[in-house]
């Protein structure tokens, strides 16, 4: 996760916690009493009863706000908890960056007494619906083709688990990778785009050509006239899913 040193320099500026997100997760942790947050960066959408945040990287630990749950520098695959340590364990944008997946997710079954909340996407529909990456950005696309996992993996190997679409609302205020799928200028705003590890870890050299493209549709007016659809949709579901398992 010493990618996080870098991609995360700046992440507190972009990636503020969505309202209707954040109902949608913490409706999903249900009655859960107490809370771990696992690959929890800056700390969004971490209910009050959070008992200890799980993170990496010390530039992110760094960016967490006064007054947030108590941290850890940990991985997910060696989780510094008991058996059994509290209600609920939450992974959020996070499982497709951990070097073994099987282990992180076991762990997280290990530490969780009733459920386990993730939070991710399902990159077939994902590079499908996200006019991005599908018509812009396809080396963005390809490189999520190695790091995204399928829900159904991710489900099996949480021994189960419900799958719920996330709709992002058209005024997402946390610049995850779809949040500005109706504010097209965003995405050539290179600090929107630091916030985004998928564009990040892309790389300027492979975007610079999509992005051009971008830049003169938007000029033109041809991305207004292509994606009319859009402009009058309040949420899309481009492939956001909660998983919740319950044991």
Do not use: K
Request: proline share 6%.
């Amino acid at each position: 996760m010493a990618v996080y040193d870098t991609l995360g320099t700046t992440y507190a500026r972009t990636r503020r916690p969505d309202t209707r997100v954040a109902a949608r997760i913490h409706t999903a942790l249900g009655d859960a009493t107490d809370v771990i947050n696992v690959g929890a960066g800056t700390g969004s959408y971490e209910p009050p009863h959070t008992l200890l945040a799980v993170e990496p990287s010390r530039t992110m630990l760094a960016q967490r706000p006064p007054g947030s749950a108590p941290a850890v520098c940990a991985v997910a695959e060696r989780l510094p908890l008991r058996d059994n340590a509290a209600d609920a364990v939450m992974a959020l944008l996070t499982v497709h960056h951990w070097t073994d997946l099987a282990a992180g997710l076991a762990e997280l079954r290990r530490v969780a007494r009733r459920r386990v909340v993730v939070l991710t996407w399902d990159q077939r529909v994902f590079r499908d619906r996200f006019w991005l990456v599908r018509d812009y950005l396809p080396p963005a696309a390809a490189y999520d083709d190695t790091r995204a996992v399928p829900t159904e993996r991710l489900a099996a190997l949480l021994g189960g688990a419900r799958v719920e679409t996330v709709p992002v609302p058209h005024d997402c205020t946390d610049g995850f990778g779809a949040a500005y799928w109706r504010r097209p200028h965003a995405y050539l705003d290179p600090q929107v785009r630091a916030g985004i590890s998928m564009l990040a870890q892309t790389g300027e050299g492979a975007l610079a050509p999509g992005l051009a493209m971008l830049r003169d549709d938007l000029t033109t007016g041809r991305w207004h006239d292509q994606y009319a659809d859009l402009l009058a949709r309040d949420t899309v579901d481009v492939g956001y899913r909660l998983l919740v398992a319950d044991f």
